[in-house]
């Protein structure tokens, strides 16, 4: 351990949750940090229990350790929530935990879908926008869906045009639902939104809501609605199909797509691939793979995009199952 580097400590601590954990920790990552992760933990071809244990007991030995401090320890919470969610949101999050308020957007969270929808139901289409991107994806799904369709589609588009809000704006919000007012900085602001924002609530909707909602966005932003779609239902998000599923996607793609669309693709999606094939056809896509050239990454995307493109198609015949479709099944 004491010869391993920080990085490589922290890509065997990702490697060791599963992988809904992992994701989560690495979305809120800058790219950078992704980027010498990803690079650590592709230069790890064996990493031993011993050396997986170990990780896990520095990281448990260094919470107990600074857990104890001052009861609560404004700088262990500063240093944990800067390292799980970077510093600008660790920043956000620490006002509210240190000054004690519940305020109005965090108020939210506790209520359910259709008390969330009587709230904002006179709100303007802007407000609920900001407010539905703070929510957890599962509960602004709920609230989307109690909306009539030309009232969700317009907010779904808001969501999606999101990028960063005024920190004094959160601040009057806050002051709108719960009638208190903040004493943070109105020079700073909140990350909210974005395509990837709407596409995470998206993927949570009612198939029928879902569906109303990118036919009128498809007549109102065709491209937009084309690139939530688009973020909905990603290359990796294939190592959540089954077996069986995986098997039928195997027969469709082509050899050279898969080949390409690999290089790009994380071990264990790509073992998803081999684990679904004969034997001999998983032998001869590892040696291909092995030998094939650096590829370009647009190629790497392209690939892959006309993967989810056939796997859609595939899900649309019932032949696999993607996303929330598994909750149509008993």
């Given at each position: 351990?004491s010869?391993?580097a920080?990085v490589?400590?922290?890509?065997?601590?990702?490697?060791?949750l599963g992988?809904?954990?992992a994701s989560?920790?690495?979305?809120?990552?800058?790219?950078g940090e992704v980027?010498r992760?990803?690079k650590a933990?592709?230069?790890?071809k064996?990493?031993?229990?011993?050396?997986?244990?170990n990780?896990l007991n520095?990281?448990?030995?260094?919470?107990?350790?600074?857990?104890?401090l001052?009861?609560g320890s404004?700088?262990?919470?500063?240093n944990l929530?800067?390292s799980?969610?970077?510093a600008?949101r660790?920043?956000?999050m620490?006002?509210?935990?240190m000054?004690?308020?519940?305020k109005g957007l965090?108020s939210?969270q506790?209520m359910?879908?259709?008390?969330?929808?009587?709230?904002?139901?006179?709100?303007?289409?802007q407000v609920?926008?900001?407010?539905?991107?703070?929510?957890?994806?599962?509960?602004?799904?709920?609230?989307l869906?109690?909306?009539?369709?030309?009232r969700?589609?317009?907010?779904v588009?808001r969501?999606a045009?999101?990028?960063?809000?005024p920190?004094?704006s959160?601040?009057?919000?806050?002051?709108?639902l719960q009638?208190?007012?903040t004493?943070?900085?109105a020079s700073?602001?909140a990350?909210?939104?974005?395509?990837r924002?709407?596409a995470n609530?998206?993927n949570?909707?009612e198939k029928?809501?879902?569906?109303?909602?990118?036919?009128?966005?498809?007549q109102?932003?065709?491209p937009l609605?084309?690139?939530?779609?688009?973020?909905m239902?990603?290359?990796?998000?294939?190592i959540?199909?089954d077996?069986?599923g995986?098997?039928?996607?195997a027969?469709?793609v082509t050899?050279?797509?898969?080949?390409?669309a690999?290089?790009?693709a994380?071990?264990a999606?790509?073992?998803k691939?081999y684990n679904?094939?004969s034997?001999r056809?998983?032998?001869m896509?590892?040696s291909?793979l092995?030998?094939?050239g650096?590829?370009?990454?647009a190629e790497v995307?392209e690939?892959?995009?006309e993967?989810v493109?056939i796997?859609?198609r595939?899900?649309d015949?019932?032949s696999?199952i993607?996303?929330?479709?598994?909750?149509?099944?008993?």
């Amino acid at each position: 351990m004491s010869n391993m580097a920080g990085v490589e400590q922290a890509a065997i601590f990702l490697m060791s949750l599963g992988e809904q954990e992992a994701s989560e920790v690495l979305k809120h990552m800058s790219v950078g940090e992704v980027q010498r992760l990803g690079k650590a933990m592709a230069s790890m071809k064996k990493i031993t229990k011993d050396q997986a244990d170990n990780v896990l007991n520095t990281f448990t030995d260094n919470v107990v350790a600074d857990a104890p401090l001052s009861g609560g320890s404004p700088r262990f919470l500063r240093n944990l929530l800067t390292s799980s969610l970077g510093a600008d949101r660790a920043e956000q999050m620490l006002d509210r935990l240190m000054d004690g308020a519940e305020k109005g957007l965090d108020s939210l969270q506790l209520m359910n879908a259709k008390e969330i929808a009587d709230v904002i139901y006179t709100e303007h289409p802007q407000v609920v926008a900001i407010v539905l991107a703070g929510l957890e994806p599962e509960k602004s799904a709920e609230v989307l869906g109690l909306m009539p369709k030309t009232r969700s589609t317009d907010v779904v588009r808001r969501i999606a045009l999101l990028d960063e809000v005024p920190q004094d704006s959160i601040e009057e919000l806050d002051t709108l639902l719960q009638q208190r007012v903040t004493s943070s900085s109105a020079s700073r602001v909140a990350q909210m939104g974005g395509v990837r924002c709407v596409a995470n609530i998206m993927n949570a909707v009612e198939k029928v809501v879902e569906e109303k909602i990118f036919e009128q966005l498809d007549q109102v932003d065709a491209p937009l609605s084309q690139e939530i779609q688009d973020n909905m239902f990603v290359f990796d998000s294939l190592i959540d199909v089954d077996d069986r599923g995986m098997q039928m996607l195997a027969r469709e793609v082509t050899t050279d797509q898969l080949i390409i669309a690999l290089k790009g693709a994380d071990e264990a999606l790509a073992d998803k691939f081999y684990n679904n094939m004969s034997k001999r056809a998983a032998e001869m896509l590892k040696s291909d793979l092995e030998a094939k050239g650096p590829v370009r990454l647009a190629e790497v995307e392209e690939s892959q995009k006309e993967i989810v493109a056939i796997a859609r198609r595939l899900a649309d015949e019932g032949s696999l199952i993607l996303g929330n479709d598994a909750n149509d099944f008993v």
